[in-house]
């Protein structure tokens, strides 16, 4: 477990790898821009969290990378300027309009859905969901997410001690479904379809979509506080030099570069990212 430098205090070091190249910048949603909540269902992001996104978002491509759904994240943050990757990446938006457009055009005015890699699982996570919400009503706090793509079993409002009767629970309804999987997150059991897909994939698939798949012109920056978000940091590494940043006050093993140490110091990092471009301009007006 190491200690990973502040991005605050990197923060110069991350303007000079900035020469030359394009910033990409990628949000995880709970933990990241909304304090993590008892309840889910109000993990509000507070007005100025959503103006220092709407900032940055006028400046550099911004994509929200959530395990929830699409459709639910759009309500928390309603910036329609952004890219949305829902369940885990599975099912993935750009903007109607802005400067940051994919080529394609929206029919209506209506959102265009760009990517579902998972769409044949559609009728299998509803079923699954339907049994899941039965079987977890029996458990005093327990609550079942659907997520279009991947459903979240949370236990964070469950006593200690029911806490391996409920994963045995979601693991036994599991063994009629051998194309989904489980993987853990904080206080959440997340059940997906197990294909080759994850936040790292979602991240490559919008740099290409982006016109942005050459590494050497562009800057990814990632920042992201759950272990879903470690393949993002991963491809990050691997492919295009980039940053992860892990949002945690506790040192953990992680692959991301930096570090901040909640969403306090996620908006101030956003809000230095909007005074770079302010000050580069000026520099040229000089």
Same mark, same amino acid.
């Given at each position: 477990?190491?200690?990973?430098?502040?991005?605050?205090?990197?923060?110069?070091?991350?303007?000079?790898?900035?020469?030359?190249?394009?910033?990409?910048?990628?949000?995880?949603?709970?933990?990241?821009?909304?304090?993590?909540?008892?309840?889910?269902?109000?993990?509000?992001?507070?007005?100025?969290?959503?103006?220092?996104?709407?900032?940055?978002?006028?400046?550099?491509?911004?994509?929200?990378?959530?395990?929830?759904?699409?459709?639910?994240?759009?309500?928390?943050?309603?910036?329609?300027?952004?890219?949305?990757?829902?369940?885990?990446?599975?099912?993935?938006?750009?903007?109607?309009?802005?400067?940051?457009?994919?080529?394609?055009?929206?029919?209506?005015?209506?959102?265009?859905?760009?990517?579902?890699?998972? !769409?044949?699982?559609? #009728?299998?996570?509803?079923?699954? &969901?339907?049994?899941?919400?039965? +079987?977890?009503?029996? @458990? *005093?706090?327990?609550?079942?997410?659907?997520?279009?793509?991947?459903?979240?079993?949370?236990?964070?409002?469950?006593?200690?001690?029911?806490?391996?009767?409920?994963?045995?629970?979601?693991?036994?309804?599991?063994?009629?479904?051998?194309?989904?999987?489980?993987?853990?997150?904080?206080?959440?059991?997340?059940?997906?379809?197990?294909?080759?897909?994850?936040?790292?994939?979602?991240?490559?698939?919008?740099?290409?979509?982006?016109?942005?798949?050459?590494?050497?012109?562009?800057?990814?920056?990632?920042?992201?506080?759950?272990?879903?978000?470690?393949?993002?940091?991963?491809?990050?590494?691997?492919?295009?030099?980039?940053?992860?940043?892990?949002?945690?006050?506790?040192?953990?093993?992680?692959?991301?570069?930096? !570090?901040?140490?909640? #969403?306090?110091?996620?908006?101030? &990092?956003?809000?230095?990212?909007? +005074?770079?471009?302010? @000050? *580069?301009?000026?520099?040229?007006?000089?």
């Amino acid at each position: 477990q190491v200690e990973h430098p502040s991005a605050l205090d990197s923060f110069e070091e991350i303007v000079d790898a900035l020469k030359g190249r394009q910033l990409a910048l990628f949000l995880d949603y709970d933990g990241t821009l909304s304090p993590i909540v008892e309840d889910p269902a109000r993990a509000f992001m507070s007005t100025e969290m959503r103006s220092a996104v709407k900032s940055v978002a006028k400046l550099y491509p911004t994509s929200i990378i959530t395990g929830r759904s699409r459709e639910k994240v759009y309500e928390f943050v309603q910036l329609p300027e952004l890219y949305y990757a829902g369940s885990h990446g599975m099912d993935i938006m750009g903007p109607a309009k802005g400067s940051h457009v994919f080529s394609r055009k929206t029919v209506q005015g209506e959102d265009v859905v760009f990517f579902q890699p998972a !769409s044949r699982f559609l #009728t299998t996570m509803r079923e699954v &969901f339907d049994i899941l919400e039965r +079987q977890m009503s029996f @458990i *005093e706090g327990a609550r079942v997410e659907d997520n279009k793509f991947c459903l979240s079993v949370h236990f964070r409002q469950v006593r200690e001690q029911d806490w391996q009767f409920l994963a045995q629970e979601v693991q036994s309804v599991l063994k009629r479904y051998p194309e989904l999987s489980i993987t853990h997150g904080r206080k959440v059991l997340e059940i997906r379809p197990s294909i080759k897909w994850d936040k790292g994939k979602a991240v490559e698939y919008l740099l290409e979509a982006l016109g942005l798949g050459d590494s050497r012109d562009v800057l990814p920056v990632y920042i992201g506080d759950d272990r879903t978000d470690e393949d993002a940091f991963e491809i990050l590494n691997n492919k295009f030099n980039g940053y992860g940043i892990l949002v945690s006050n506790v040192p953990k093993t992680t692959g991301a570069t930096y !570090s901040l140490r909640d #969403t306090s110091e996620v908006q101030q &990092f956003l809000k230095r990212l909007v +005074q770079i471009e302010k @000050i *580069e301009k000026n520099y040229h007006k000089l």
